[in-house]
């Protein structure tokens, strides 16, 4: 019993550390991709929309977790992004579509 317990402990702190990391890639991908964009991320932070089970490019069982954020292009509205993570690694961020201008034809 005292080992199902440790290995239990072991998870949950490896899960949370896990999680954590996990997050901190998604923040700095999305202040980056916001600085290049030049978008205002709104309350500097991203928050977990789902979280399921996933393959990697080498065939590993990881974790696929979608983060989503607000963030501002003109500083008076918020608009939602999202970021998708395999494991560590980034695989898509979403800043939303971008508005055509009135003026320009597309022909």
């Known amino acids: 019993m005292e080992i199902a317990s440790l290995i239990i402990i ?4 490896w899960f949370w550390s896990d999680s954590l990391r996990a997050r901190e890639t998604g923040v700095k991908a999305v202040r980056r991709a916001c600085e290049e964009e030049g978008l ?9 929309f789902s979280m399921k089970p996933a393959r ?3 065939g590993r069982m990881v974790l696929r977790r979608v983060y989503q954020f607000e963030f501002s292009d ?8 999202s970021v998708h993570l395999l494991g560590q690694q980034v695989v898509l961020l979403n800043v ?6 009135d003026d320009r034809t597309l022909h």
């Open 74 to 81: 003109t500083g008076e509205n918020r608009r939602r992004g």
């Open 56 to 58: 990697n490019d080498y």
């Open 96 to 101: 939303g579509l971008r508005l055509v201008s």
């Open 40 to 48: 205002q991320l709104l309350d500097e932070t991203i928050s977990l």
């Open 10 to 13: 072991a998870l949950v702190a």
